[in-house]
């Protein structure tokens, strides 16, 4: 118990900080150590931590991921934004378009992954329209987290909580889907209000500027089908991870790409982590920690524990913090726990720059190109919408409940 104590500490602690303060060691190492150290002090067996991985959750993130790649390697995102661009004439209706793409994609592609590919292109539209980028760049980290939160499929997270607590997936997401759309028409509100001055101008760009490569039709038609379909599958309740590997496996059979180009969009260090994770927490459960804890803890409410969700997942991040609150879930009412966490642990990825995975990829991929978005330039805008939709929140699930 001691030690699993001591191993699930250190791994809090990189992932809080984001690396070791002594060694050159990030999340996916912290991970991998954790892991190791669990095996080798005896809290578990080798062939325990092996059933300790939820394989479910590791198949239908990377699953996921096959297929975001493979929309990417097509270019489905470089056609959406410069065929957005091409059909507006405000700066303001670009940024209404930035956010619901950014907020559709998220829903159905992961958002981390969505962040990674469309922040590039947002950029490269924000120069040639000589554009102050940063209100748009928001946008996209604001509108990736929102609107991930709207499906079991939009954010790691939330994957691991749809295969943990197998709720059925259109039933959660007619539940997320008002709060992600009105924390979408927030995001445009608060940006077009705070950035009035920058968003005021009319978008003059030449014709041949807004030219991008041609789409490949059949790919593309080939993309939106097995997209559609592999929803849709998950909708009437198939094994998802079955639903998604079948969809990946479609899409690589290919003439015209080359795997590696969609292999290259993969996360693996993601999957590290997933991996890792399960290995220290199944230590910790095996050792009798968590049982002991939860014991000497009074049942809290419904309202005390989204609070807990927004603040745990702000401190250790959202996977870990999912999954430590999952032993809090009691067995009566358990749906709405469940897609209590999916939600408010989403949601709270905003509130900081450090939130989330999704808000740290804008700021790196701004700042390679010279663009930089201050703790503070976020903070006034995450802080107060996060904190208005986690109330809206609460008051929606109070009436549910």
């Known amino acids: 118990m001691v030690y699993s104590a001591l191993i699930l500490s250190l791994v809090l602690i990189i992932f809080t900080l984001g690396k070791s303060p002594f060694f050159r060691v990030d999340r996916a190492g912290a991970s991998i150590i954790g892991a190791t150290l669990t095996i080798i002090t005896g809290v578990m067996t080798?062939?325990?931590?092996?059933?300790?991985?939820?394989?479910?959750?590791?198949?239908?993130?990377?699953?996921?991921?096959?297929i975001s790649s493979y929309m990417n390697v097509i270019g489905l995102f470089d056609f959406l934004g410069y065929y957005a661009m091409d059909r507006l004439k405000t700066a303001k209706g670009l940024l209404g378009i930035v956010i619901g793409m950014t907020g559709l994609l998220s829903a159905f592609l992961i958002n981390d992954i969505v962040?990674?590919?469309?922040?590039?292109?947002?950029?490269?539209?924000?120069?040639?329209?000589?554009?102050?980028?940063?209100?748009?760049?928001?946008?996209?980290?604001?509108?990736?987290?929102?609107?991930?939160?709207?499906?079991?499929?939009?954010n790691p997270q939330n994957i691991l909580i749809g295969s943990l607590s197998h709720l059925a997936f259109g039933w959660y997401m007619l539940l997320a889907l008002p709060i992600s759309i009105l924390g979408?028409?927030?995001?445009?509100?608060?940006?077009?209000?705070?950035?009035?001055?920058?968003?005021s101008q009319p978008l003059n760009l030449p014709e041949e500027q807004l030219r991008t490569k041609p789409i490949p039709r059949i790919?593309?038609?080939?993309?939106?089908?097995i997209l559609g379909a592999v929803v849709l599958g998950f909708s009437l309740g198939p094994e998802p991870a079955l639903v998604a590997s079948l969809g990946a496996a479609v899409l690589l059979i290919t003439r015209r790409l080359k795997p590696?180009?969609?292999?290259?969009?993969?996360?693996y260090n993601l999957l590290v982590i997933f991996i890792g994770l399960?290995?220290?927490?199944?230590?910790?459960?095996?050792?009798?920690?968590?049982?002991?804890?939860?014991?000497?803890?009074?049942?809290?409410n419904f309202q005390a524990f989204t609070v807990l969700t927004v603040v745990l997942s702000n401190i250790v991040s959202n996977v870990p913090a999912v999954m430590l609150l999952k032993f809090m879930i009691p067995a009566e009412h358990s749906s709405l726990w469940w897609a209590n966490m999916a939600i408010f642990s989403t949601l709270a990825g905003n509130l900081t720059i450090t939130?989330?995975?999704?808000?740290?990829?804008?700021?790196?991929?701004?700042?390679?190109?010279?663009?930089?978005?201050?703790?503070g330039d976020y903070l006034r805008i995450g802080f107060p919408i996060t904190i208005i939709l986690v109330l809206i929140g609460m008051l929606y699930f109070e009436v549910l409940i």
Do not use: H
């Not at 080798?46 to 096959?66: E, G, N, P, W």
């Not at 979408?184 to 001055?197: D, H, M, P, S």
């Not at 399960?278 to 809290?300: N, P, R």
């Open 278 to 300: 399960f290995v220290v927490v199944g230590g910790v459960e095996q050792s009798g920690l968590f049982t002991l804890l939860i014991g000497k803890i009074k049942m809290i």
């Open 184 to 199: 979408l028409f927030l995001v445009y509100g608060v940006l077009a209000k705070v950035y009035a001055q920058e968003l």
């Open 46 to 66: 080798f062939d325990q931590a092996v059933k300790t991985v939820d394989y479910r959750t590791i198949i239908l993130l990377f699953s996921m991921m096959l």
């Open 355 to 375: 939130g989330s995975i999704a808000n740290l990829i804008v700021v790196e991929l701004a700042k390679k190109s010279g663009i930089k978005i201050g703790f």
């Open 115 to 154: 962040c990674l590919l469309f922040t590039p292109i947002v950029i490269s539209l924000c120069r040639r329209a000589k554009l102050q980028p940063i209100p748009y760049l928001l946008a996209v980290a604001l509108s990736s987290n929102i609107g991930s939160a709207a499906t079991l499929i939009g």
């Open 219 to 225: 790919l593309l038609i080939k993309g939106i089908v």
């Open 260 to 267: 590696n180009k969609v292999y290259a969009g993969i996360d």
